[in-house]
C-alpha cells in the first residue's frame, strides 16, 4: 500500500512541511511519495520550494488553474494507492502524522475518505478568519462520521474514489467547493472517518481580505444555486438555507433595510480585533438575500 501526499503550491515556503515528511518518511520507510504542483507562484517562491531530490515529482504550471482543478491535476502524476491531500500552509505537528493515516487504513480498510482535521496557529488565532475556524470549522473529539467536516487541508481519499468524485472544476473562484466535494460523496455512500490526526494551519489573512473573499464566496454559492440540479448539494448550507426562508416569508426587504442601518457598525467590528461571529452570519446573509429574488 502507498500513499501519494499531494501539496498544491501557491506563493508560500513549504521548505519546512517537506522536511518533516521526508524525516517521517525516511527514518520509518513509509512507502509514501511527495508530489508538488506550483500553481504559477511568483518566481521568489519557485526558487525557494526546488525539491528535486526531496520530493518525487515537482511541476511547476505556467499559470493558474485554481483550487479545484490543481487538485484533480495529481491524478495524473500521483502513484499511490491513496492521496494525502495537504494545504502549502500548514506544519506538521506529530511526529506519527502519516503512521497515524496508515493505521487508521489498517484499521477501517473500508473506508474510501479519512479527515486529518487541524489547528490554527496561535499567532493569527484572533483573526476573523481562525475565530471562524476555530469555532465552526474543527471538529472536536477522537473521531467522527459527519462528513460535513471535512476541509481540504488536511484528507486523504482512495484513488479510485478519487476518480470517481474529482471536485467541480466549474468552481473556479474561492467558495465551497471543498464542500460540495464531501457533499457528493456523503449523498452516494462513500465511507467517511474523520480522526484527530491535524495539521497546523498557518492562514494569516486580515480581516478585510476575508470579508472580500466571503463576497467571492458567497458569489460562487450563488452561481451554483442557478442550476436546478445543484439544489440537492447546496440545500443545507446554513446561509442559503437561512436565506430562501427569509425570502420566503417576505422579510428580504426589511431584513436589508435595518442591515443598511447598522452595516457600517457591523463591518467595524468584523474588521476589529474582536470580530463578533453572530454579525459575520449577518453580514453573509446580506450578501445572500442581495442576491436572490
Known sequence: MKISICIPVYNFDVRELIYALRKEIDCYSINAEIIL????????????????????????????????????????YAQGDYLLFLDCDVKIENIHFLRNYFTEIETNPDVEVIYGNFKIDRKFSKTL???????????????SSDFSVLKTVNFL????????????????????????????????????????????????TINAFFLSKTETAINSLYRLSKDLENETLIKEIRVYRTANK?????????????YNLFENLIKKNLL??????????????SLMLKKLK
Open 157 to 204: 481519499i482512495k484513488r479510485d474514489t478519487f476518480e470517481k468524485f474529482i471536485f467541480n472544476e466549474k468552481l473556479t473562484d474561492y467558495g465551497y467547493e471543498d464542500y460540495i466535494f464531501a457533499r457528493e460523496m456523503q449523498l452516494s455512500g462513500v465511507k467517511f472517518s474523520a480522526i484527530n490526526n491535524p495539521v497546523i494551519h498557518f492562514d494569516d
Open 272 to 285: 476589529s480585533e474582536n470580530p463578533n461571529l453572530m454579525l459575520f452570519d449577518i453580514y453573509k446573509l
Open 246 to 258: 427569509v425570502v420566503r416569508y417576505r422579510f428580504k426587504t426589511i431584513f436589508l433595510i435595518i
Open 37 to 76: 504542483i506550483d500553481d504559477a507562484s511568483d518566481e521568489k517562491f519557485k526558487s525557494i520550494n526546488r525539491f528535486q531530490d526531496q520530493v518525487a515529482q515537482l511541476v511547476l504550471l505556467d499559470k493558474n488553474i485554481g483550487r479545484s482543478k490543481i487538485r484533480n491535476l495529481f491524478l495524473n
Open 129 to 143: 478568519r481562525n475565530r471562524y475556524s476555530v469555532e465552526r470549522e474543527i471538529f472536536s473529539g477522537s473521531r
